[in-house]
């Protein structure tokens, strides 16, 4: 993609602190985000602010994200990216996870990103030039650590659909991009989840957003199907 201005880009789980340096990277470039999430609370303001549109839907069935394709498209006229940071952080040992557990952790990682990847490709197929991006996570990307083994099952499972993805779309128009920052990235929700750990040598948030704006930009001359964010020296 040779410029991201007026490039209409939906972003889900478009609430958190990450989603919003993520945004603020992408309006920068002078890009139209879309904004979906499960609380529209969480990002009415940010939508407003980026005069832009403010999506309602949780995406775990496939009528939610034909919902929320439905709305971008009809505000947008195009989709031209789509970012997933759909995601819940759930964290303890295999010993100790309830079976909800692992449904949530799959619903969440997985579930929303199958049923919003069938919902919006092919309105990403329909343009000359298209990208879609996902989060991925170190506990995936170098095997998992103590404490985390649903999440870490989840999130590979999430790369991996992401990866074939990018297989089958040989030859297309639309890139596939996952961003796996390999360390703590600074937030609210790791802050109070990881109070033993300081934040001195996180991930910020601002790196994150720029790392996704190079997806967007990805694919004349070359791919970037992996994109790993190592934390500051």
Excluded: C, Y
């Excluded at 109070?195 to 720029?210: H, K, M």
Aim: net charge neutral.
């Amino acid at each position: 993609m040779k410029t991201l201005r007026d490039k209409a880009i939906v972003i889900t789980g478009a609430g958190g602190t990450l989603a919003g340096a993520v945004e603020e990277a992408l309006v920068e470039d002078g890009a139209r985000p879309i904004l979906i999430d499960r609380d529209a609370v969480r990002i009415r303001a940010r939508a407003q602010s980026f005069g832009t549109l403010a999506i309602e839907e949780n995406l775990l069935t496939r009528e939610s994200a034909e919902r929320a394709a439905q709305a971008a498209l009809q505000r947008m006229g195009r989709i031209d990216g789509l970012i997933h940071l759909v995601g819940d952080v759930i964290a303890g040992r295999l010993e100790d996870a309830a079976s909800e557990d692992f449904d949530a952790v799959f619903d969440s990682h997985v579930r929303t990103l199958f049923h919003t990847l069938q919902a919006f490709l092919p309105h990403l197929r329909a343009q000359p030039e298209a990208f879609i991006a996902g989060l991925g996570a170190r506990q995936a990307f170098h095997g998992g650590l103590p404490g985390a083994t649903l999440f870490a099952a989840a999130k590979g499972a999430g790369a991996n659909l992401l990866r074939s993805l990018d297989a089958e779309l040989a030859g297309s128009n639309v890139t596939v991009s996952i961003i796996t920052p390999l360390g703590n990235v600074d937030s609210p929700t790791s802050r109070a989840k990881l109070p033993t750990f300081g934040p001195e040598n996180w991930i910020t948030p601002a790196a994150i957003g720029r790392a996704f704006r190079a997806a967007a930009l990805s694919g004349e001359g070359g791919r970037q199907l992996e994109i790993p964010v190592h934390p500051p020296r």
